[in-house]
């Protein structure tokens, strides 16, 4: 089933980068679209001290732009797990070790002399599970000056750019999405 969220603010991209044809519909927070299909960057928010009016305007951001990122942040974990629970109940992934005493939190590190890095091939969070989460909050503490991106796709506006025709080939496929290959890796990886 295809789905889709229309926003209240237009997606083009101002003079100055901002979602600034005809004003902005954000009142507390700063968004600057980073393209036209997906990610914008939120300014002006402190994410461990964000009352409900301002995490409205960020849950409408997410809504718009899909993925969205904060700059200069300093979440403690549980700052860090209060701000996701204003998203909805908290995953705990099913085989990577959390963080003790954090069953929510992943932690994700790449050791020098690691051979594969978690997340280091094209893939989508989780969605093997049968209630797969709404997303993932990534706070990134050390990245690398050169590597190290994290890359995100819009499927929505990929979708919509197919023919009508591969279009309704696609709708009348059905997808599954197994966690095999990420089981193997991990018991590897823990041998």
Known sequence: MHSKHVGCCDSR???HGVNDIGGSCYQLIKV???SSAVGAEISGVDLADCDDATFSEIHRAFLD?????FRD???SLESH???GRRFGTLNVHPQYVPLDGHPEILPIVKEADAEHNIGGVWHSDITFLERPALGSILYAIDVPAVGGDTLFANQELAFEGLSTGFQQLLNGLRAVHSDHTLSDRVEAEKR
Do not use: C, D, I
């Not at 732009?65 to 990122?69: A, I, K, L, M, Y």
């Open 13 to 15: 991209l101002g003079e």
């Open 73 to 75: 942040q300093a979440l």
């Open 65 to 69: 732009h899909h993925v969205v990122f």
């Open 81 to 83: 797990k209060s701000f």
């Open 32 to 34: 600057r679209p980073l």
